[in-house]
């Protein structure tokens, strides 16, 4: 919640809400701006949060890309650095905040470098992963249970998983009860991927003799 610089708050409205402060020009109808909001967010919240709400916000078309970094080049005082960092990684075309926050994690995870829906093809093939590591083929799917419910979505995603890897993709799978709640167990299992596709990369380097 952004209130004037000088407004007192009585404590029982405090509880269960973000308390912030901010010039009352900020703020059009007792609402903030979409600018504001967003700055705000990319500003205060954590990482992982902060991304899933710029890319919603570029999803839905309220800011393009350019305009988000222009907007977070601006800012100034604490966490400017976090707005500048949160616009430069935030993506329209990731599909939900599942994926965002899973985005997220990986982007901290040194040796990855994912981007939401790329779509990979083959003959006869073509799946939109809902992370992809290109350099590394690298597939990281946050699955949710609400579309792997029933047998014939098993079915599918068994046949899509199965033809990623016999094609050389590495796919990893992670349940919203792991992305969002236990996260150092995504950032460890993250981890060791990324050291493992780095020893696969450099044994078969030309001049590098097999591991």
């Known amino acids: 919640m952004l209130v004037p610089k000088n407004r007192k708050v009585a404590p029982w409205r405090r509880q269960g809400i973000a308390l912030h402060r901010g010039p009352s020009g900020q703020c059009v109808r007792r609402v903030t701006s979409p600018e504001r909001t967003v700055l705000d967010c990319m500003r205060a919240l954590p990482f992982?949060?902060?991304?899933?709400?710029?890319?919603?916000?570029?999803?839905?078309?309220?800011?393009?890309?350019?305009?988000?970094?222009?907007?977070?080049?601006?800012?100034?005082?604490?966490?400017?650095?976090?707005?500048?960092?949160?616009?430069?990684?935030?993506?329209?075309?990731?599909?939900?905040?599942?994926?965002?926050?899973?985005?997220?994690?990986?982007?901290?995870?040194?040796?990855?470098?994912?981007?939401?829906?790329?779509?990979?093809?083959?003959?006869?093939?073509?799946?939109?992963?809902?992370?992809?590591?290109?350099?590394?083929?690298?597939?990281?799917?946050?699955?949710?249970?609400?579309w792997h419910g029933d047998r014939a979505s098993l079915r599918w995603d068994a046949q899509r998983y199965n033809n990623l890897v016999v094609r050389g993709w590495l796919v990893l799978r992670f349940a919203w009860e792991d992305v969002m709640h236990d996260p150092a167990y995504v950032r460890r299992t993250l981890t060791a991927v990324a050291a493992l596709v780095?020893?696969?990369?450099?044994?078969?380097?030309p001049g590098r003799p097999a591991a």
Do not use: K, M, Y
């Open 198 to 205: 780095g020893r696969r990369t450099n044994s078969s380097a």
């Open 48 to 146: 992982d949060e902060a991304l899933a709400v710029a890319d919603s916000a570029l999803r839905h078309g309220s800011f393009t890309q350019p305009e988000l970094v222009v907007l977070a080049a601006d800012a100034r005082g604490p966490g400017a650095a976090r707005c500048r960092r949160v616009a430069g990684q935030a993506d329209g075309r990731a599909a939900n905040p599942f994926e965002s926050v899973l985005r997220a994690i990986a982007l901290d995870v040194s040796g990855l470098d994912v981007r939401p829906q790329v779509e990979i093809t083959g003959r006869g093939f073509s799946v939109r992963p809902d992370l992809v590591d290109v350099e590394r083929r690298l597939v990281l799917e946050a699955d949710s249970f609400a």
